[in-house]
């Protein structure tokens, strides 16, 4: 157990609706080590989104155990950076403002930081522009060092690439992996897409809905970088959709990547 | 023979640059011609129409008469000396509705408890007209400044108080919890968040506020005063001064629009990061 950074056991959420009660997640049980990728898989409504609040703290009305270093999650905190699918940013603020948000530039230190993370995350040359002059990439991009900047112990990421176009995703993907390693910043990755699951993940978890709960975890034992015309990540890739064809229902939202 | 075809074919760098600034400066000049055509054609057209004597001095002098007057006025002092007390009554009016309106915008639109409190209340206030809160007003506090500073200050305290509401209020509720989830202090919520994002709101507020004030002020000097442009006119109209009270018209209207212009470029230099429409043919 003490090994474990974050360990979620017998996590059950239901939200209540005027038609009746929804089961949301029942009974989720997952342990991620510090430093781990895992992504998590799963078409809409398997309650892969809720799993990522409630760890993030933004969602407290659960039942159940989620530990975060041994203790119990009781509300947002810079421990858990966020990334949600639009990048957030505040308009009026500059890249580098943005990326401080809350902390002074006046610091040496933030100061400091924030100029090793815009290098990280590739955006030097544009500490001064406002969010409106940035590209999507660019912008999730000062999201992430946003979120870095605070030193989370755990990197929560909601589809953080989903609007971005094919192109711009595979490159995304490989900047995450670089911050990932250079890093060691623990990552859990919420995506719909499958080849976006298997290409990041150390471990893809596999969600299924009605009610959300986690089908099976899948470790993908390819070194990084993967290449994606390989035999061995193509195997992989059947490996994980053929979980998803065990399911009696179809599930149009599958494999929704390139 | 050679180097003359060199020469000709380095220099061509700087003439462009010159004809890019000259040509966005030319767009300027035709903007403010365009804009100035109507008001200069109606002008002259009442110039001629005055001097032809188609107009009854009393009731519409010429434009040049108005001018005399306004030279004369303003090389005695005269004319300053009532602008100024003006000014000052607006400001100060504007400084205390609207800071109050400001104020109570930001305490109204933080709290919904606030709002249920004193929300119809307020609403009920701003329908009341200048001039039927005036006379109560001169019986409370007399004719002097209070009375003046009060009118004023009502009418600003409005604009501001609804729009910096409505702008907190539209915050982008993503936003919070970004906040959150970045450990945002209450105090930086309300600073670092929802102030900045209502800030369009506001300074609309502020705008539509200084021209109420503007409003306010006119009342209040026609009602009962001794100095102040408001008088002036009011004066000049028992004595039948046709051209003061033009002159002390276009005073207003030339006070009115600098501060408002002024207010639109700190407006322009704060909301720089502003993303949005900004209608059809702008640069």
Redesign the interface.
Known sequence: MASELLVIDGLSKTFSAPAGDVIALSNIRLQVRKGEFITIIGPSGCGKSTLLKIV?G?DTRYTGTVLLNGKPIE????E???I?Q?P?L????TVEKNIA??LSLKNPQVRQRVNELIELVRLQGFEKS???ELSGGMAQRVSIA??LL?NPDVLLLDEPFGALDAFTRTHMQEVLLDIWQRNGTTMLFVTHDLDEAVFLGERVVIMNPRPGHIRSVLPVDLPFPRKRSGTAFQEMRRLVLNEFEKVEEPLYDVGGGI | MQASAEKALVPPLTPKKRTLKSSSLSIMTTNLLLGLLVPVGLLIAWEIAGTLGYLNPVLLPKPSSIWAELVGMTSSGELARHLGISAWRALLGFLIGGGLGLAAGIWVGFSYKTERLLDPTLQMLRTLPHLAIAPLFILWFGFGETSKLLLIAKGSFFPLYVNTFLGIRSVDSKLFDVGKVLQFSKWQMITRLILPASLPNIFLGIRLSVGVAWLGLVVAEMMGSSSGVGYLINDARSFSLTTVVFVGIIVFAVVGKLSDFVIRLIEARMLRWQDSYKGEGAK
């Open positions: 993030a933004l509300g947002p905190s810079i858990k950076g966020f949600f639009e957030r505040f308009p009026w603020l948000a809350n406002y969010p409106r946003r979120a605070r």
